[in-house]
C-alpha cells in the first residue's frame, strides 16, 4: 500500500532549528513535496525532492535519500510565523501525489 | 491577480440536497484536483482532470461528480449530500499532472 508517515507535532523555540521529518511508501516514485499551511488557510508550496540530497531555499531546507525512502524539512532561525502544519506529500507513478496527515509545528518566544 | 479562486466560502447544508462548489483559475493550467481535507487526515483526491474534457477518480469518489467543460473551470457536484461528507475542500491546480499544484482557499462544507 501507499503511506507517508510524519509525526503529528513538535515544538520548538523561536532563533532555534527544528527538522520535520517524513517516510514514504509510494507505488513508483516521482518526487516528495513539502508544504505549509497556516490554521484556516491552503496548503502553499515550499520544496520539491527528486534526487537525493539537500535543496536549500532561504531557511528553509529540504533533504531527500530514495533508498531509505525518507525526507526531511529543515527550518532554520525559526520565527513565530512559522507556527503552522508541514505536509509531506510523495508523487506516485500515476503522478498522483500521496499526502501525510501533517505536523503541525509549534513555536514558542 | 492570478489565481484559483472557490465558491462559497463556507456553506451549511441540509442531507439529501445537492449542491455544487465552484472552481476557476485563470492561470492556464491544464490539470486540476479535488481534495477534501479532515482532521487527521491527509488530504485525499476526489477527482482530478489532466486536461479540459477528461476526468478521472481519486482515492475517494463515491457520492461525487465533476465536469471539465474548458480550462478555467472544475465544479465539484454532490448528489445527495450525507453528514460524513462534511470537510473542508480544497481546489488544486498544476501546469501539467506531474507539476508542483496549487491550491485554492478552499470551501468549508457542513451536512446536517
Known amino acids: 500500500g501507499q503511506n507517508i508517515d510524519q509525526p503529528t507535532e513538535m515544538t520548538a523555540t523561536e532563533g532555534a532549528i527544528v527538522q520535520i521529518n517524513c517516510t514514504y511508501q509510494?507505488?513508483?516514485?516521482?518526487?516528495l513535496f513539502w508544504y505549509q499551511q497556516h490554521a484556516g488557510e491552503a496548503p502553499t508550496f515550499l520544496s520539491y525532492?527528486?534526487l537525493d540530497g539537500l535543496e536549500e531555499k532561504g531557511r528553509f531546507s529540504s533533504f531527500l535519500s530514495r533508498s531509505k525512502g525518507y525526507s526531511y524539512l529543515l527550518l532554520k532561525e525559526l520565527q513565530m510565523k512559522d507556527s503552522a502544519s508541514y505536509l509531506c506529500?510523495?508523487?506516485?507513478?500515476?503522478?498522483?501525489?500521496?499526502w501525510g496527515a501533517g505536523t503541525k509545528l509549534i513555536i514558542k518566544p | 491577480i492570478a489565481g484559483i479562486t472557490q465558491a462559497p466560502t463556507s456553506q451549511i447544508l441540509a442531507a439529501g440536497r445537492r449542491m455544487t462548489l465552484r472552481c476557476t483559475q485563470d492561470?492556464?493550467?491544464?490539470?486540476m484536483y479535488w481534495y477534501r481535507q479532515d482532521l487527521g487526515l491527509g488530504l485525499r483526491l476526489i477527482h482530478y482532470?489532466?486536461?479540459?474534457?477528461?476526468?478521472g477518480k481519486g482515492e475517494v469518489p463515491d457520492g461525487y461528480s465533476v465536469s471539465r467543460a474548458n480550462t478555467d473551470d472544475f465544479p465539484l457536484t454532490l448528489a445527495s449530500a450525507v453528514p460524513s461528507q462534511t470537510s473542508v475542500y480544497f481546489c488544486?491546480?498544476?501546469?501539467?499532472?506531474?507539476?508542483?499544484?496549487?491550491f485554492g482557499p478552499g470551501t468549508r462544507l457542513t451536512v446536517l
Open positions: 488544486a491546480t498544476s501546469k501539467g499532472a506531474p507539476d508542483t499544484q496549487y
Open positions: 492561470m492556464r493550467h491544464n490539470a
Open positions: 482532470s489532466n486536461t479540459a474534457g477528461t476526468t
Open positions: 509510494t507505488s513508483g516514485f516521482n518526487g
Open positions: 525532492n527528486v
Open positions: 506529500a510523495g508523487m506516485d507513478s500515476n503522478y498522483q501525489l500521496i
